[in-house]
């Protein structure tokens, strides 16, 4: 069965700090990484995706993550966080082939401070 | 393009009652999801359709819970003999044949009373 860990549940950051949230996810089998955004009131986008190729993938909002396979990470990184990315992130995984169901994180819910 | 969209977008419910929640995929796609998102167990998968396959269930929580798809668009989630542990909000999602994103929409929210 698939899990995913994100260790971070609640961050606080000024803006203009840098931002990582940890992700780590547990499954036997070759995966499709994903980081999803909910803005307060606002239903879940995706923000970034991995299936294959280059670790290291560019979002929206510039937003990025890399995936490391030997330790069964994908964090997410943005180098200047704003207000506006005041949200809750959450990091889900499916299987590369077969079963689509995303496995969710429990979330992280990012406080921007102006 | 118009996105995915569910109704209601909110439903209160005496505890007992029968509840049918509604999502309409974006047009074209194949694949219709149903997850749940609450306070105590976070996002969950429930249901999984794929084109005329048979669906995936092994989500539901209960024999309470099930779930259609009609004409291989619009999909209907029943929730019978509701209790109060159902609480939550009831999330759908849609992709296409090819595509592995998977577009949300905004969710019914269910409060049983």
């Known amino acids: 069965a698939q899990s995913v860990s994100q260790h971070n549940h609640h961050v606080i950051l000024s803006e203009a700090a840098s931002l990582e949230l940890g992700c780590n996810y547990s499954?036997?089998?070759?995966?499709?990484l994903f980081w999803y955004v909910q803005y307060p009131g606002q239903h879940l986008q995706l923000l970034l995706k991995?299936?294959?190729?280059?670790?290291l993938v560019k979002g929206i909002k510039g937003f990025e993550a890399e995936f490391i396979k030997s330790k069964f990470s994908f964090n997410l990184r943005k180098p200047s966080v704003q207000w506006s990315d005041t949200a809750e992130y959450f990091c889900?995984?499916?299987?590369?082939?077969?079963?689509?169901?995303?496995?969710f994180g429990s979330g992280t819910r990012l406080q921007v401070q102006p | 393009g118009a996105g995915v969209s569910q109704s209601p977008s909110n439903k209160v419910t005496e505890k007992g009652k029968d509840v049918e929640l509604r999502c309409d995929p974006i047009?074209?796609?194949?694949?219709l999801y149903w997850y749940r998102q609450s306070l105590g167990q976070g996002l969950e998968f429930l249901i999984y359709?794929?084109?005329?396959?048979?669906?995936?269930k092994s989500g539901l929580p209960s024999d309470r819970f099930s779930a259609e798809r009609t004409g291989g668009s619009v999909s209907t989630l029943t929730i019978q003999r509701t209790q109060q542990e159902d609480s939550a909000v009831y999330l759908c999602?849609?992709?296409?044949?090819?595509?592995?994103?998977?577009?949300f929409g905004p969710g019914t929210r269910l409060t049983v009373t």
């Open positions: 999602a849609s992709s296409s044949d090819r595509g592995n994103e998977q577009y």
């Open positions: 499954y036997g089998g070759t995966v499709n």
């Open positions: 991995y299936f294959s190729g280059d670790p």
């Open positions: 889900a995984v499916n299987a590369h082939t077969g079963r689509r169901a995303l496995t």
């Open positions: 047009s074209g796609h194949t694949a």
């Open positions: 359709f794929q084109g005329n396959s048979a669906p995936d």
